[in-house]
């Protein structure tokens, strides 16, 4: 959800246009990200040409959140009324130490002990 919600940020996307799964593979993340668009609106697209600026976004908006604390979330960073059945699962700090993974930015302080 950080992911969507930075490509909403970073790219001006109407936020019920895109939607993504995730799932691991030997312990890694993939992301299969999708225009909720029948045929398509070129968001995804959109998406991969920029990935850098909506990771970008999507991990400030995951570090820099003060509305929760690192083992949970809210509307600030990852919840929304869309994915409500999942919010007891959603952890900004999973999301902000994959995303500084990726783009080796400061993990939470927890994990960079």
């Not at 920029?50 to 991990?59: G, I, R, S, T």
């Not at 509307?75 to 952890?91: G, I």
């Amino acid at each position: 959800y950080a992911i969507l919600f930075g490509a909403v940020e970073a790219l001006d996307i109407p936020v019920n246009e895109v939607d993504g799964v995730i799932y691991y593979k030997d312990r890694r993340p993939s992301f299969i990200l999708y225009d909720n668009t029948p045929g398509g609106a070129g968001y995804v697209r959109m998406i991969y040409d920029n990935l850098y600026d909506v990771f970008e976004k999507a991990y400030k908006r995951v570090a820099n959140c003060t509305g929760c604390g690192p083992d949970t979330s809210c509307y600030s960073c990852l919840r929304s009324y869309q994915n409500q059945n999942l919010h007891d699962k959603l952890e900004r700090r999973l999301a902000w130490n994959v995303l500084g993974q990726i783009l080796d930015k400061p993990l939470p302080y927890e994990e960079s002990l």
